[in-house]
Each structure stands twice: as C-alpha cells, then as structure tokens.
C-alpha cells in the first residue's frame, strides 16, 4: 500500500473502501427491512418500502408456502413430516 509518512495515501484508502463497499450487500444494512425474494439493491432504491421489524407480508407468507410446498412439507405432515423425510433419507444413505 503506497504510503506518506506511514500513512495511506488517498488513492489506497478510497480502492480498499471501494473494494470493501462489494463485501456489503446494499446501503440498508437492516435484515428486518428486507422482504422475503428481494435484494437489497430494492431496498436500498426505495422500491421495497417496509418498516423495520415489520410482520411478514401476503406476498412472503406466499412465497414461504410455496417453498415449503416445494420441499414436500405440506399435505403430508407439515414441518414435522418434512423432518421425518429428512432424517429417514439421511439414515438409509
């Protein structure tokens, strides 16, 4: 890192924060305002509008079903019954 005096010049310090702005997901860095199947490129552009610690909405409640639809959890035994699945695939394997 190029330096003056010990200190880092400008150009290094502005790359290693640029470089470091990649590693963050969005400038919202608050979970709790992120929906469900959003980025937080959406957060952060204003088109997710949802206050922090929010209850889940239609459209994640949505989404999380058909989720676990898709694992296999509903109509045979819900979350219990996906579990049994699991752990009954894993023992045989």
């Given at each position: ?9 400008q ?6 924060y640029d ?14 305002k ?60």
């Amino acid at each position: 890192v190029p330096t003056r005096g010990g200190v880092p010049c400008q150009a290094a310090v502005d790359a290693a924060y640029d470089l470091l702005q990649q590693c963050l997901p969005g400038e919202e860095q608050d979970a709790t305002k992120l929906e469900m199947g959003r980025t937080y490129e959406q957060v952060d552009s204003g088109e997710v509008r949802r206050e922090s610690g929010a209850p889940p909405t239609e459209r994640e409640l949505s989404v999380a079903g058909g989720a676990l639809e898709g694992m296999g959890a509903r109509g045979s035994g819900g979350k219990r019954g996906l579990l049994k699945r699991l752990f009954r695939i894993g023992a045989s394997s």
